[in-house]
C-alpha cells in the first residue's frame, strides 16, 4: 500500500462553500488528495469556490459545463417539486437525467487517457444516488480500468406511520421508487464496477445479492476535525443542556422533540437550542410562546456550517429524532465535539451511533417516539454523572471512524483491492 494511485475522481457535486452532498463531495476529494494522486472533475458551477482553495484548473480539477442540459432539467424539477427543501426524490430524478449529459462531456474529454491507462483507478463520489447510473462503469471495464462507484446512499423507506409528513414533502416520486432500475445503465453501472461502497444497510438491501460480494459498507458522512475542534463541557449540575441542528421540516421531527421535552422544560430540568429554520419554525415559534419557554428554549435560525460548533459546544446532549435521514452527518459533528447523541434507531442516525456511544430510542408512531424521547430525556437529565464516558466514546468514533483523512486512508484501501494489490476485500464497520 505504499504506491500512490492515479486516480480519476469524478465528483460532479463538490463544493467546499455548501453543505451536504456538495461538501462530502469535496471533503473526500480533497482527503484523498494526500493519499493518492488525484485528478477531480466536477460540474463547472462549483469551479470558483474550488479555486479559491487554491486548486489549479487544468492540472489539479476540471470543471465541466453541462449547463445546456443541467439548467432547463433543474428549472422543471424545481417546478415540480412542490416548493423550496422539498420533493427529493423529484430533483434526483431529473439530475440522473442531465448527469448522461454530464458523463458524456467527461468521456469525451478523459476517454483517451483512460483507454491509454494513465490512470489506476476511476472513482464517482457524486451523485451519491444509487438511482443514478453511470455510463462510464462498462467503458472502464473494456479499458480494464478499475471503476469505483460510491458512497452510495439512498433507499430508507418512508416509515408508514409518517405517511402524512412524507405527503407533506411532496415525495409523491417515492411511491414509484424503483422504476429507476429501468433506467439506461442501472445494471451495466453494477455489472461493471469493480467495488461498490454502500453508505447505508438500507442501500445493500436494495441491491441485487449476486453484486454483494462487491460492495463495502463506508457511510459517506465525516467531519472536519479543524471546523469541529470545541468539546462540549459536560457538567454533572444544573439543568441538562440539549440542542437540534437541521432544517425545520417534518420529517427531522424539531416539533416531537419540543413536545417531549416540554415537562422537562417546565420544571427547569432542560434547556434546548434548536438550530436550523424552515417551514416548521412558525410553528415551533407558536408553541414556544404558548408554553411560555422563551426562558430555556431557543430558535437560533440558520447558522453558518463554519460557526456551528460554537453554538453546539453549549449543550451536552445533540437530540436529534429524525425519522428518515440517510446519512446524518449532522450526528458526526455533534458526536465529535464531545455531545452525546440522541437519536431515532432508524436509517443512517441509527447506524452512525452504537451503544455506549450515544442513545437511540426505537422507530414508531408519532405519540410512541414522543413518549421514548421523553423518558430517555428524563432518564438523562437524571443520570448526568454518566454522560461523560458516553461523549468521549462518541467522539472517539467520529475521529476514528469519520475524520476525512480517515476516510481517505479507508478507500485508498479500496483501491488497493481493485488494482489486486490486495487480496482480502477491506472491511471498516460491521454491517
Known amino acids: 500500500m505504499n504506491k500512490k494511485y492515479s486516480v480519476l475522481i ?110 489506476d483507478v476511476v472513482h464517482r463520489i457524486t451523485p451519491l444516488s444509487p ?21 452510495l446512499n439512498g433507499g430508507v423507506s418512508w416509515p408508514k406511520e409518517f405517511s402524512k409528513a412524507r405527503r407533506e414533502e411532496k415525495e409523491w416520486l417515492s411511491y414509484v421508487r424503483d422504476l429507476y432500475k ?46 469541529f475542534s470545541l468539546t462540549a463541557e459536560l457538567k454533572s449540575t444544573g439543568p441538562l443542556k440539549a440542542c437540534f441542528v437541521g432544517r425545520l421540516v417534518p420529517y427531522k421531527c424539531p416539533d416531537v422533540l419540543l413536545e417531549a421535552a416540554l415537562p422537562l422544560l417546565k420544571k427547569g430540568l432542560l434547556e434546548l437550542d434548536i438550530i436550523g429554520d424552515g417551514p416548521l419554525m412558525s410553528k415551533l415559534t407558536d408553541f414556544v410562546h404558548k408554553e411560555k419557554l422563551t426562558s430555556c428554549v431557543t430558535l437560533a435560525g440558520w447558522v453558518k456550517h463554519g460557526c456551528l460548533q460554537e453554538f453546539m459546544v453549549n449543550s451536552q446532549v445533540f437530540a436529534f429524532p429524525s425519522i428518515r435521514e440517510f446519512g446524518g452527518g449532522v450526528v458526526l459533528e455533534a458526536m465529535a465535539l464531545g455531545l452525546v447523541p440522541l437519536v431515532v434507531d432508524y436509517a443512517g442516525p441509527g447506524e452512525l451511533v452504537v451503544e455506549g456511544a450515544g442513545y437511540k430510542v426505537p422507530l414508531g408512531k408519532r405519540d410512541e417516539i414522543v413518549k421514548s424521547l421523553r423518558n430517555q430525556l428524563i432518564w438523562i ?51
Open 182 to 227: 429501468l433506467l439506461p445503465g442501472y445494471r451495466s453501472t453494477l455489472n461493471n464496477s469493480s467495488a461498490i461502497v454502500v453508505g447505508s444497510r438500507a442501500t445493500l438491501a436494495n441491491l441485487p445479492a449476486k453484486f454483494h460480494d462487491k460492495c463495502i459498507y463506508l457511510p459517506e458522512n465525516g467531519i472536519d476535525p479543524r471546523l
Open 10 to 119: 469524478i465528483a460532479e457535486a463538490a463544493n467546499p462553500e455548501w453543505v451536504s452532498v456538495p461538501l462530502v463531495g469535496w471533503s473526500l476529494s480533497s482527503a484523498l488528495r494526500e493519499v493518492a494522486n488525484v485528478h477531480i472533475v466536477t460540474h463547472v458551477r462549483n469551479r470558483e469556490a474550488i479555486k479559491k482553495i487554491g486548486l489549479v484548473e487544468g492540472s489539479d480539477f476540471t470543471s465541466i459545463d453541462s449547463e445546456a442540459v443541467a439548467r432547463p432539467i433543474w428549472k422543471i424539477s424545481s417546478i415540480l417539486r412542490g416548493g423550496s427543501g422539498k420533493g427529493w426524490t423529484i430533483v434526483t430524478a431529473f439530475n440522473a437525467i442531465s448527469y448522461y449529459y454530464f458523463e458524456y462531456l467527461l468521456w469525451k474529454k478523459f476517454g483517451k487517457d483512460i483507454r491509454g491507462n494513465k490512470y
Open 381 to 431: 437529565a437524571e443520570n448526568k454523572e454518566l454522560l461523560e464516558e458516553v461523549a468521549i466514546n462518541a467522539k472517539q468514533r467520529a475521529i476514528k471512524y469519520f475524520a476525512w483523512e480517515a476516510k481517505a486512508a479507508q478507500v485508498n484501501e479500496i483501491y488497493g483491492w481493485v488494482v489486486k494489490q490486495s487480496n482480502e476485500k477491506p472491511s471498516f464497520l460491521e454491517f
Open 131 to 151: 438511482t443514478t447510473p453511470s455510463l462510464l462503469a462498462r467503458k472502464c471495464k473494456q479499458s480494464n480500468v478499475p471503476f469505483v462507484v460510491g458512497p
